[in-house]
T-cell receptor, first 116, second 111 residues
Framework: KAGVTQTPRYLIKTRGQQVTLSCSPISGHRSVSWYQQTPGQGLQFLFEYFSETQRNKGNFPGRFSGRQFSNSRSEMNVSTLELGDSALYLC???????????????FGSGTRLTVV | QKEVEQNSGPLSAPEGAIASLNCTYSDRVSQSFFWYRQYSGKSPELIMSIYSNGDKEDGRFTAQLNKASQYVSLLIRDSQPSDSATYLCAAVNSGTYKYIFGTGTRLKVLA
């Protein structure tokens, strides 16, 4: 069973540029969430998509956006990159929730973004 | 109060001992709780989920949920140097259904 695939694995961008990261979830998983991880801040939630709809959003500026396609693949975009956007960006897929319980996440390997 | 809190460690345990990791949570999180393990330079990996009060065992791992005291623990029996990693506790916000992660506890198992 294929895992969560994130591309690219590494990116180096210049301040002011924009970047698009891609995530293909596990087959059958309709929930895709994005996280930013930095040594100082830990895992920070960006957004969650379920069946092409944004279900939740974290406290990030509007420069961070995302979308989900009908095949559950998701992309996130960061415009006007800042040095502080350098981080590991993780995608996580899950079956979502049922009743009062949530399913656990399977994380991709991440995209390490460096802004210079 | 943060929704999910963990001691950052590092927590040291000798090889073969029981390593105990703790996490407390606020009233704002629901009854879905998770433990993830993250090795340095790798992404988090789900090792346990627990939904009901009490213990849940899976191999060398036992998750314990105590709703009255609002904590969830992870016990690692016969700990091995390969268990050295950061352990992340996560819970789900009752209103928004957002996952909330703790900052993680770094565990070092000494050979």
């Amino acid at each position: 069973k294929a895992g969560v695939t994130q591309t690219p694995r590494y990116l180096i961008k210049t301040r002011g540029q924009q970047v698009t990261l891609s995530c293909s979830p596990i087959s059958g998983h309709r929930s895709v969430s994005w996280y930013q991880q930095t040594p100082g801040q830990g895992l920070q939630f960006l957004f969650e998509y379920f069946s092409e709809t944004q279900r939740n959003k974290g406290n990030f500026p509007g420069r961070f956006s995302g979308r989900q396609f009908s095949n559950s693949r998701s992309e996130m975009n960061v415009s006007t990159l800042e040095l502080g956007d350098s981080a590991l960006y993780l995608c996580a897929s899950s079956l979502g929730r049922t009743g009062g319980a949530n399913y656990g996440y399977t994380f991709g390997s991440g995209t390490r973004l460096t802004v210079v | 109060q943060k929704e999910v809190e963990q001691n950052s460690g590092p927590l040291s345990a000798p090889e073969g001992a029981i390593a105990s990791l703790n996490c407390t949570y606020s009233d704002r999180v629901s009854q879905s709780f998770f433990w993830y393990r993250q090795y340095s330079g790798k992404s988090p990996e789900l090792i346990m989920s627990i939904y009901s009060n009490g213990d849940k065992e899976d191999g060398r791992f036992t998750a314990q949920l105590n709703k009255a005291s609002q904590y969830v623990s992870l016990l690692i029996r016969d700990s091995q140097p390969s268990d050295s990693a950061t352990y992340l506790c996560a819970a789900v916000n009752s209103g928004t259904y957002k996952y909330i992660f703790g900052t993680g506890t770094r565990l070092k198992v000494l050979a």
